[in-house]
């Protein structure tokens, strides 16, 4: 599934992550194609 997603520091040792991404669903089993985006939004930090 194709996926966009961004960093974007906070302080020196936190990030934010955020992502947007597309899923596409094939027909099957008597029912429709269908597709929808899902949003991540992550923390990360690091101690050295």
Known sequence: APEIGVLLPLQSSATLLLNVRYNYAFEG??????SYLGFNVGFAWSSY
């Open 29 to 34: 089993y008597g029912r429709g194609p269908y």
